[in-house]
């Protein structure tokens, strides 16, 4: 037989471990849903499409003599020299945004060879470039 003050004591121990299991999934969840994946073209052409539905950021080069204008939209192309992704984005790119330079988009694909961004993240000096991106075009140039 238990007294009434070991009840409690099991009562109060049984609720805090059940709320902290509710508050550490949703915790994992809300974390799941803003994790943004880095991806080069050739990997989002690998990738299956399930695993790129939610937003990502695609990283690479702007290709040269792809840049088009019009009004508060750009189009160009983002290539690692192996795969190339055409992006839309609506808004103004940084200021060191330029063909043949290092650009990282945030957004959406449409399919594998069209990607809506979100915004454009090329606020870094113009000589940066993500690791993975380094490496991969390093094994693509080969």
């Known amino acids: 037989m238990l007294n009434i003050k070991t009840k409690n004591r099991i009562i109060i121990f049984l609720s805090i471990f059940t709320l902290s299991i509710i508050l550490t999934f949703f915790l994992l969840k809300t974390l799941r849903n803003n994790v943004l994946y880095f991806y080069s073209p050739s990997e989002v052409s690998k990738s299956d499409e399930n695993s790129l539905k939610n937003n990502i950021r695609l990283g690479g ?12 939209e750009i189009k160009f192309i983002v290539t690692d020299y192996e795969k190339e992704i055409i992006v839309i984005y609506q808004g ?13 988009a945030e957004g959406k694909l449409q399919d594998k060879k069209f990607f809506l961004a979100k915004r454009i993240l090329a606020k870094h000096d113009e000589n940066y470039m993500p690791p993975e991106l380094k490496e991969s075009m390093k094994q693509n140039a080969k």
């Open 92 to 104: 103004t790119v940084p200021a060191l945004f330029a063909e043949g330079k290092g650009v990282v």
């Open 61 to 72: 080069m702007v290709k040269p003599g792809s840049v088009v204008t019009d009004n508060n």
